[in-house]
Nanobody, 124 residues
């Protein structure tokens, strides 16, 4: 069992930056693929970025590639999402997720544990 707690969301102007953090409980954090997803009202949850257990493999949705960066610190049981050049369209509730197994997948159904989310609002 893994519990995930996101933080770092907030209100930022377009063009600004935020860094989201996701702290995980348990001693097996390094065995999970980690991902970030986001959701806006009336829309389906969408994949944003993912990271392998070692951090050597990353994956991004095209819309954030080059602007967002995912990383992890296994010693601190934490995964991060650095978001730069934010746009109003990035406004969403951002979720952290953990996946048992291998492969940085974009499908949310393949992730086993989810946090409660942190709100990111980008003003124009």
């Amino acid at each position: 069992q893994v519990q995930l707690v996101e933080s770092g969301g907030g209100l930022v102007q377009a063009g600004g930056s935020l860094r989201l953090s996701c702290a995980a409980s348990g001693r097996t954090f390094s065995s999970y693929v980690m991902g970030w997803f986001r959701q806006t009202p009336g829309k389906e949850r969408e994949f944003v970025a993912g990271l392998s257990q070692s951090g050597s493999t990353t994956r991004y949705t095209d819309y954030v590639a080059g602007r967002f960066s995912i990383s992890r610190d296994n010693a601190k049981n934490t995964v991060y999402l650095q978001m730069n050049s934010l746009k109003p369209e990035d406004t969403a509730l951002y979720y952290c997720a953990a996946r048992q197994g291998y492969g940085v997948t974009t499908s949310g159904t393949l992730y086993n544990y989810w946090g409660q989310g942190t709100q990111v609002t980008v003003s124009s």
